[in-house]
């Protein structure tokens, strides 16, 4: 499913609702047990009606959930992690929704006399809250299967190209299609599986009915010869949809496959927008969640220029700057926390920073752990040399030499760079050509499709990096 130009899988929008309709419900339900009454003598006693509460908690819940990851394709964990994770949330959202009772007591404005009760209210509320989610997350894995989310897929093609499908290993890279087989066209080599080869007697509109196909994938190497038009828009007109392999690698990846790219494909493609909508809501996310985070991490700042200074003594430098790439190829000075040592480039030459660099101090090493040396980028954000999410800035040496070396690299810096990104989320430290080779490709994905909804979405999983210990 796709939600405002981001690919969500069918069983994360299936769990999402189920709980959303749960945390609508525990309100009224804690409320029950709480006065030991109906809804309607409930809500006659207090004076105001119980749904604000509703909406509201069940706002936070989700909200906090999907930052700790439980809404994410990429969590690996437990049963049991699953619900340590589910606690974390609910204490984050017990937290906040604390600070609204004490601090915005009524929303006069939003809505009148809006109440979420004591605080015995909230902690019955978050305890019914982790039993609902602990048993639909049990009910869903054990009753629920995957399969009735999946789209039954057919592959036009066999050669190179539809063997990159067939490189979709993973469960979770499984998790949105069903592949029942590949059709082989006139004169093509075959490089999938022949077990997985189909039977092609038939038309092409038979063969989809003959499988109850819900789409079809063009995995061709050669289009100029034997591209079945005609047959391709039968199938379509026939309700069955028509996808080329790029796109649909796109949205089961979340990275745009340079091996199978072409550049008509981007010039083509529903994407790479630059609105002057987009513009303007990418500013304001900018100031405010900058701002905001200017605030809230303003005392973690404060020690870490701290410990640097003890670790390096008084005179070492607590920030450093460096230049920068950013929008259109613009050179920029990034701010960021020293996490090296002061003679790290004493030589004056570009290196790339491995995992386990030397050259990190004690203090650094903590702080890219946990990605607070990148706190410091909020000036930029603020200066608008960056934005708050987009591709890491990377220095001009590098870009040079990436630029010759590794095609559609350009593409990446007709955004502004992002001290969070979607490359950063999905794929590790990278401190090579390789590493910058397939970050791209989650790169070129965010340029194609970010949207102030992606964005969010970003800002959530970073949080999930940072609380959980998945960073650098």
């Known amino acids: 499913m796709r939600i405002f130009r981001f690919h969500v899988a069918m069983p994360i929008v ?4 189920f709980e959303a309709l749960a945390f609508l419900l525990v309100p009224y339900v804690a409320a029950m047990l709480y006065y030991q009454a109906g809804v309607l003598a409930i809500e006659e006693d207090i004076g105001s009606p119980l749904w604000p509460r509703a909406v509201l908690t069940a706002a936070v819940l ?26 974390a949330s609910l204490c984050a959202a017990v937290i906040l929704l604390a600070l609204f009772l ?38 869903f894995s054990s009753f629920v299967g995957e399969e009735i989310f999946k789209r039954r897929v057919l592959v036009y093609g066999c050669g190179r190209q539809a063997s990159s499908i067939t490189q979709l290993r993973r469960r979770s890279d ?31 509109l038979e063969i989809a009915r003959r499988h109850a196909v819900d789409e079809i994938v063009v995995a061709m190497d050669d289009r100029r010869r034997s591209f079945p038009v005609q047959e391709l828009l039968e199938c379509r007109l026939s309700g069955i949809d028509v996808i080329d392999l790029v796109s649909f690698l796109e949205r089961e990846t ?49 020690i870490v220029a701290f410990a640097i200074k003890i670790e390096d003594g008084l005179s070492a430098p607590v920030f450093y700057r460096q230049a920068r790439v950013g929008l259109e190829g613009r050179v920029f000075q990034v701010l960021k926390f020293r996490s090296m040592s ?3 480039e004493l030589d004056g030459r570009a290196r790339w920073a491995d995992e386990d660099d030397q050259r990190v101090t004690r203090v650094g090493t903590v702080l890219r752990k946990m990605r607070i040396d990148e706190l410091p980028q ?20 590098f870009v040079a030499a990436l630029n010759d070396k590794i095609p559609y690299y350009r593409e990446r810096h007709c955004v502004k760079p992002g001290i ?40 959530l999983q970073t949080a999930e990096v940072v609380f959980w210990g998945r960073g650098r």
């Not at 299936?14 to 609702?17: G, I």
């Not at 794929?427 to 949207?451: F, I, R, T, W």
Request: aromatic content about 10%; some cysteine.
């Open 14 to 17: 299936a769990l999402a609702l």
């Open 62 to 87: 989700l909200t906090c959930m999907a930052a700790t990851g439980l809404y994410s394709t990429r969590l690996r964990v437990t049963y049991f992690g699953v619900l340590v994770r589910i606690a």
């Open 102 to 139: 004490i601090v915005v007591p009524r929303l006069f404005y939003v809505v009148p006399r809006l109440d979420l009760g004591d605080p015995l209210m909230l902690m019955i509320t978050a305890l019914l809250a982790f039993v609902a989610s602990a048993l639909i997350r049990l009910a």
């Open 174 to 204: 499984q998790r949105g299609f069903l592949i029942l087989g590949y059709l082989v066209p006139p004169g093509a080599r075959v490089f999938v599986p022949p077990e997985r080869v189909l039977n092609a007697n038939g038309t092409l």
């Open 254 to 302: 979340g990275r745009v496959r340079l091996d199978v790219l072409n550049p008509s494909w981007m010039i083509f493609s529903d994407g790479f927008r630059r609105d002057p909508l987009r513009l303007f809501s990418e500013r304001t996310f900018d100031l405010i969640a900058s701002i905001g985070l200017l605030l809230v991490t303003w005392p973690v700042m404060l």
């Open 342 to 344: 002061t003679d790290a």
């Open 378 to 397: 909020i000036i930029n954000v603020l200066k608008g040399d960056m934005s708050f999410v987009g591709p890491r800035p990377e220095r001009p040496e």
């Open 420 to 459: 969070t990104g979607w490359a950063q989320l999905c794929y590790p430290y990278g401190s090579s050509e390789h590493d910058a080779l397939e970050k791209l490709q989650y790169d070129l994905y965010y340029v194609k499709n970010h949207s102030l909804i992606f964005d969010i979405v970003i800002l």
